[in-house]
């Protein structure tokens, strides 16, 4: 396999937006309406967000952002690998990017929300791999059956 090239990214392409509503579209079918917490494409425009594409070659392999909490804290958002890509360590490459970020702004932590379930285990295994333990609720997010904190001190 070609090298991932992982780029910071105005999100402006199809293949970038369609890979966003793919993701939304995952995460409504796989979650309650109430705790889909995916950011559309204007959300991940916003100040304070930072928005990635991997690819290789030509082929857009995946995507996630990094938003910036307090001066401390970063939060990971919209981390999804492209069907195609699924199982070729585009998501870890994504993963070691943003967490390199994080740590390059001086994040004494990174944090995220997820779910829970059989399509949320391949992430969540991603992320405890990494370091990541569960936590407190941060940010908006509130816990309960369904939503899960974890971050990871850095």
């Not at 990635?52 to 070659?57: D, I, K, L, Q, R």
């Not at 059956?145 to 990871?152: A, G, M, P, R």
Request: charged share 25%; net charge neutral.
């Amino acid at each position: 396999m070609e090298r991932v090239r992982i780029l910071e990214d105005d999100l402006s392409g199809e293949a970038i937006r369609e890979l966003v509503a793919f993701h939304l579209s995952g995460m409504h079918a796989n979650s309650p309406a109430c705790k889909v917490h995916a950011l559309p494409v204007e959300k991940l425009r916003q100040p304070g967000v930072t928005f990635y594409s991997a690819w290789v070659g030509n082929a857009l392999a995946g995507m996630g952002a990094i938003r910036e909490l307090d001066p401390t804290h970063g939060e990971l958002k919209s981390m999804r690998v492209a069907s195609d890509w699924l199982g070729k360590k585009i998501g870890e490459a994504m993963l070691l990017r943003l967490l390199s970020v994080a740590r390059q702004r001086g994040y004494a932590r990174v944090s995220l929300e997820t779910g829970q379930g059989p399509a949320f285990e391949p992430a969540l295994g991603l992320y405890r791999k990494h370091g990541f333990v569960n936590c407190e609720a941060f940010a908006e997010y509130v816990l309960d059956d369904f939503s899960q904190c974890l971050t990871l001190p850095l």
